[in-house]
């Protein structure tokens, strides 16, 4: 009967469909775990394929595909450790699972299929994959190990049934997405299956960003009573090794590192900029583009971008018009001075001119409103997509999390674009990102330290600058009152009266779920942006276009 047991946790960073390289990734874990005298060499859910796939699993080829690459990874590890390694498999009945399959001599020697399949927030798993029998453990090296694959864990049913079959220790793969203060949800739920159970838990997640999603790793191992041994870092790729020894009391891990986490502020950011670089990195794209206003939201997507890819890959244009002011062309050579970034500068007004009179015809005997204003926002898309294409830069949209609410932008103008990595952020927290960021640097981050973000950029009055001084309050409630409403409306799917009975004017918080509902279908064709929170706009929130219903309350 052996007494020790050496674990090594691969968290590591799969691309969707990249089948090839996810099962070389694979390896070379492999390989560092064989070199360590490792007894198992553990990867996440769903990993050969990445996570998530949405409906590329219900493609047959592609679930072949898939299934053929881990028998291969089977044979091509049969000299040393087992390998337990997340993905698809379709079942003779004509199922298909979510499955974590444990490769050992040269074959897939056991299956652990997926029990409870999360069908809230991003997740839609009740329609691609289905549901076994609870299983029991599976043995390796002697050790009995409990497998259940992340939803699993969060209810006592499957470790308490593993338990009682003989489970000695967990092994959890996950495909966890960050949301702020997700750590300490997950570390809430282990806790509880270590203190029900009795057994140590390692849960492996995965890192790295896919679409919206980032993957925030800080996998962890729990000994029982819910101490925590080991933690790895959290947004970073690693491999570690964990020891297992027997006791009288039964298996327990020995202490090692446990990395510590960052502020919500610092995570918060490093989504953005993970999201971005992995969009781009996986998309294929080495450069970006946007149009800097001399505004806050530019200037954050600027130093975002900046610290994902390097200030060199990323292209600033001012596009000023008749209405830009002095401030915002200065504000804007600033902030790409500050970051080291190239700026280059558009002028709109004889492409504006242009359209301007080829409209007057139809126009004439009309007032001028936002449809000239709109113009303006537009002919910068165009300008700046004509860039995009011409030098296969990436363009960036820089619409906060409250202008996208109300639809405060322009479709088919600022709006115009392939990703935002601002898109789930308030506005009143893109103030204090951008104070953030101005006071901290880190070593992930690519561009340079110090004040990136000029004062006068985040204390200045917000301003579209369409027309002669504009500012964002003369169509908005101030950022505080518009961030909290919205908070209650989306964040909590609270009832006008619920936030009117907060102390908000019942009139305002009208106008703002009017704005709200009537600008779906901006939202709809908008960019895809990194997911902050449970309630960001795309697959957590998901409205129809056509709504005519309104909160009577």
């Given at each position: 009967m052996?007494d020790?047991?050496?674990l ?12 090839a390289?996810n099962?070389?990734?694979?390896r070379a874990?492999?390989?560092?775990g ?20 949405q409906?590329l ?16 990874l ?21 199922k ?5 399959h444990l ?61 009682e ?7 959890v ?15 809430n ?9 009795g ?6 997640n995965?890192?790295g960003?896919?679409?919206d999603?980032v993957f ?5 191992v ?7 041994a080991?933690?790895?870092p ?15 009391a039964?298996?327990?891990a ?5 990395a ?11 989504v953005?900029?993970l999201a ?18 001399g ?5 954050l997507?600027?130093?975002?971008a900046?610290?994902?890819?390097g200030?060199q ?30 700026l ?7 492409p504006r ?5 080829a409209?007057?015809?139809?126009f ?11 113009v303006q926002s ?18 960036l ?14 479709i ?5 674009g392939?990703?935002?990595p ?6 009143t ?10 006071a ?11 004040e990136?973000?000029p ?16 500012k ?10 518009l961030d ?8 909590r799917e609270?009832?006008?009266?619920d ?10 918080v ?14 709809f064709?908008?960019?895809?942006g ?21 909160d009577?309350?």
């Amino acid at each position: 009967m052996t007494d020790t047991f050496r674990l090594t946790l691969a968290q590591l960073n799969p691309t969707v469909g990249d089948l090839a390289g996810n099962a070389a990734k694979a390896r070379a874990a492999w390989e560092e775990g064989r070199a360590a005298g490792s007894d198992l060499v553990a990867l996440p859910e769903m990993f050969v394929t990445g996570y998530q796939t949405q409906d590329l699993v219900l493609k047959p080829a592609f679930v072949a595909a898939a299934v053929d690459t881990l028998d291969r990874l089977a044979a091509e590890t049969a000299d040393g450790p087992p390998i337990a390694i997340g993905g698809p498999y379709p079942t003779p009945d004509g199922k298909l699972h979510n499955t974590y399959h444990l490769l050992s001599g040269g074959k897939v020697a056991a299956r652990t299929h997926k029990f409870f399949l999360p069908n809230f927030n991003v997740f839609d798993e009740v329609r691609l994959f289905s549901r076994d029998r609870m299983q029991g453990p599976v043995d390796v090296g002697g050790v009995r190990l409990g497998m259940p694959v992340c939803e699993d864990i969060w209810y006592p049913d499957v470790a308490e049934a593993m338990a009682e079959s003989g489970a000695e220790i967990f092994v959890v793969p996950n495909g966890s997405p960050y949301f702020r203060d997700k750590f300490d949800v997950r570390l809430n739920v282990a806790t509880a299956r270590v203190v029900e159970t009795g057994l140590p838990l390692v849960y492996l997640n995965t890192v790295g960003a896919q679409d919206d999603q980032v993957f925030d790793g800080g996998s962890f191992v729990l000994n029982p009573g819910g101490r925590m041994a080991v933690k790895l870092p959290l947004f970073e790729e690693a491999v570690a090794h964990v020891d297992f020894d027997r006791t009288e009391a039964g298996w327990r891990a020995r202490a090692g590192d446990v990395a510590l986490a960052p502020d919500a502020w610092e995570q918060d950011y490093h989504v953005m900029v993970l999201a971005l670089a992995d969009y781009l990195r996986k998309t294929g794209f080495r450069k970006v583009l946007l149009g800097l206003s001399g505004g806050i939201d530019s200037a954050l997507v600027a130093a975002i971008a900046a610290d994902a890819i390097g200030p060199q890959n990323v292209r600033c244009v001012m596009l000023p018009s008749e209405y830009t002011s002095a401030h915002s062309l200065e504000d804007a050579a600033a902030v790409a001075r500050a970051l080291g970034c190239r700026l280059d500068e558009v002028p709109i007004t004889g492409p504006r001119a242009a359209v301007t009179e080829a409209l007057a015809p139809l126009f004439e005997g009309t007032e001028p409103d936002t449809a000239e204003e709109n113009v303006q926002s537009r002919l910068r898309g165009l300008l700046l997509m004509a860039l995009s294409n011409k030098f296969g830069e990436m363009l960036l949209t820089t619409g906060n999390k409250s202008e996208v609410a109300v639809g405060y932008a322009t479709i088919y103008g600022d709006m115009a674009g392939g990703y935002n990595p601002v898109k789930d952020l308030y506005k009143t927290r893109v103030f204090q990102t951008c104070r953030w960021r101005n006071a901290n640097h880190r070593d992930w981050m690519r561009g340079p330290p110090g004040e990136v973000i000029p004062v006068r950029v985040i204390d200045k009055p917000p301003s579209a600058e369409l027309r002669a001084d504009q500012k964002d309050e003369d169509s908005l409630p101030p950022y505080p009152v518009l961030d909290a409403i919205l908070e209650g409306l989306v964040d909590r799917e609270e009832s006008v009266a619920d936030i009117v009975a907060r102390g908000h004017d019942r009139e305002t918080v009208k106008k703002v779920e009017h704005l709200l509902y009537l600008s779906e279908y901006k939202r709809f064709q908008s960019a895809p942006g990194a997911r902050l929170t449970q309630s960001a706009f795309w697959l957590d929130r998901r409205y129809p276009i056509v709504n005519r219903w309104r909160d009577p309350s």
